[in-house]
């Protein structure tokens, strides 16, 4: 899982362990985190992990301004260049995107939605596919403001169902 920042970082956590359930080699679940942009980088686009058997499972928090937590700023950055040819994510690790957001920090908060405080994660996914990309699983999005939990564990569980049917 690439996360960045803390929160996305613990539930990077909980799908490494729910993950630990899976009869997979431990050696070939990676954490890359988001903020390192050499290391995410070398591990989906330079690396072993760069081939379309690797599954790349981004989490992306959305904070105020429809912006990505610093520490994450880097990868989205990256992804976001529009030098980047169309196939830069071809043939590469396939992709999935858990959005974490709060509708708390948004001025019309009752009328508000997990798709309405997720705009990173929702152009993550989208650029990822603009640049080749394959998704092996539906994106998720999640707002604290409704109790992640009711959302970020369902979600997470249906992944590792996904997961043990890839492997």
Known sequence: PLSGANFPADVAEQIATKL????????????????????????????????????AIFIAQTIENEAPPEDAG???????????PETLFSDKPQF???????????LDRQHTAAKDCNQVAQALDARLETLGGQRFYQRGECDERTGLTKEVEPWIDNLVEKIKECV
């Not at 999935?96 to 920090?105: A, E, F, H, R, Y």
């Open 20 to 55: 630990s359930s899976i009869p997979i080699d431990a050696s070939k679940v990676h954490k890359v985190m988001m903020s390192k942009s050499k290391d995410f980088k070398a591990a989906l686009l330079e690396g072993p992990l760069a081939k379309p058997t690797t599954l």
């Open 74 to 84: 880097a990868c989205i950055r990256f992804f976001k260049r529009k030098n980047h």
């Open 96 to 106: 999935t995107v858990l959005g974490l957001g709060d509708s708390n920090l948004l």
